[in-house]
């Protein structure tokens, strides 16, 4: 039977690395996005097109009931979830001082929301079957925090806390929950950085370089596959060697 991994956030970024990676190495891969219709279709026609299971839903992570609908869609045509990767999330910069309310909850919605209603629609099926993996994708910054980013760091460090208390909770179901812990990734989300910034911060990397998707998905698909059976509750730094 072919394994199903839901991933969220697959249309740009370390997602879509990873819906590439898990349809490669022989998985159906489903992923959610908020708004890319155009980028998330393409990545399917492209899956698609070389013989790969591929499927994408327009699902806002933050929204408990948008999710709660679509994962009953997924499983009434896939019928079972081996893998969650929760991985959708924002990054908001600025002084906490100048944050707005409505900012602070985009953040935490979404990047710990969006974390709790996918695992929650996703649990009891994986809970039933005795098996499942789920990898949370946090940031180096959940564990050194990062001036200017106090409540992304914050919702980070959330995500670690949910990952080991959760792995307590149900690893005598035999699921597993572990996170990895990505340092500075070229993507979307580094947009706003400039050169001088990204330079100085590849330069205080031990590998001497920036991260990129495609080897943050490579660290989830090791965590997420049976290589990983006696893993569970575990935090992968996934950033060159870069501690903070
Ligand atoms: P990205 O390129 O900005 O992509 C973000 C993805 O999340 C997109 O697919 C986006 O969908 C989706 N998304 C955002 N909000 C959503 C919502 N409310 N509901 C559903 N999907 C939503 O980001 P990235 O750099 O790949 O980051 C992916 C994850 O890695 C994030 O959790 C981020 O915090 C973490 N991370 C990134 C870095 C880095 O340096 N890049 C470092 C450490 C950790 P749309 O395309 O539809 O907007």
Same mark, same amino acid.
């Given at each position: 039977?072919?394994?199903?991994?839901?991933? %969220?956030?697959? *249309?740009?970024?370390?997602?879509?690395?990873?819906?590439?990676?898990?349809?490669?190495?022989?998985?159906?891969? &489903?992923? !959610?996005?908020?708004?890319?219709?155009?980028?998330?279709? #393409? !990545? &399917?026609?492209?899956?698609?097109?070389?013989? !790969?299971?591929?499927?994408?839903?327009?699902?806002?992570?933050?929204?408990?009931?948008?999710?709660?609908?679509? @994962?009953?869609?997924? !499983?009434?045509?896939?019928?079972?979830?081996?893998?969650?990767?929760?991985?959708?999330?924002?990054?908001?910069?600025?002084?906490?001082?100048? /944050?707005?309310? %409505?900012?602070?909850? %985009?953040?935490?919605?979404?990047?710990?929301?969006?974390?709790?209603?996918?695992?929650? #629609?996703?649990?009891?099926?994986?809970?039933?079957?005795?098996?499942?993996?789920?990898?949370?994708?946090?940031?180096?910054?959940?564990?050194?925090?990062?001036?200017?980013? &106090?409540?992304?760091?914050?919702?980070?460090?959330? &995500?670690?806390?949910?990952?080991?208390?959760?792995?307590?909770?149900?690893?005598?179901?035999?699921?597993?929950?572990?996170?990895? *812990?990505?340092?500075?990734?070229?993507?979307? /989300?580094?947009?706003?950085?400039?050169?001088?910034?990204?330079?100085?911060?590849?330069?205080?990397?031990?590998?001497?370089?920036?991260?990129?998707?495609?080897?943050?998905?490579?660290?989830?698909?090791?965590?997420?596959?049976?290589?990983?059976?006696?893993?569970?509750?575990? @935090?992968?730094? @996934? *950033?060159?060697?870069?501690?903070?």
């Amino acid at each position: 039977m072919r394994k199903v991994a839901l991933i %969220t956030g697959g *249309s740009r970024g370390i997602g879509a690395a990873c819906v590439r990676l898990f349809a490669e190495s022989g998985y159906a891969a &489903v992923f !959610l996005y908020r708004s890319s219709d155009e980028k998330a279709h #393409a !990545l &399917v026609e492209e899956l698609r097109g070389k013989g !790969l299971d591929a499927a994408c839903r327009r699902c806002d992570v933050a929204d408990g009931k948008q999710v709660r609908e679509t @994962v009953a869609d997924i !499983l009434r045509l896939y019928h079972h979830i081996d893998v969650l990767v929760n991985n959708a999330g924002v990054a908001h910069i600025g002084l906490l001082t100048d /944050m707005s309310e %409505t900012d602070w909850n %985009t953040v935490f919605d979404t990047n710990v929301g969006g974390v709790f209603h996918v695992t929650q #629609a996703v649990l009891p099926g994986m809970i039933s079957r005795q098996q499942g993996s789920i990898v949370n994708v946090s940031s180096m910054w959940g564990e050194a925090g990062a001036s200017c980013e &106090v409540a992304y760091s914050a919702a980070k460090a959330a &995500v670690i806390g949910f990952t080991k208390a959760l792995a307590k909770e149900i690893g005598p179901s035999g699921v597993r929950v572990n996170c990895v *812990s990505p340092g500075l990734i070229d993507t979307d /989300m580094n947009a706003e950085l400039d050169e001088n910034a990204l330079r100085e911060l590849a330069d205080e990397t031990p590998l001497g370089r920036i991260g990129t998707a495609a080897e943050v998905a490579r660290a989830v698909l090791c965590l997420a596959g049976d290589g990983a059976s006696f893993i569970t509750g575990q @935090v992968l730094g @996934v *950033s060159g060697g870069l501690q903070i």
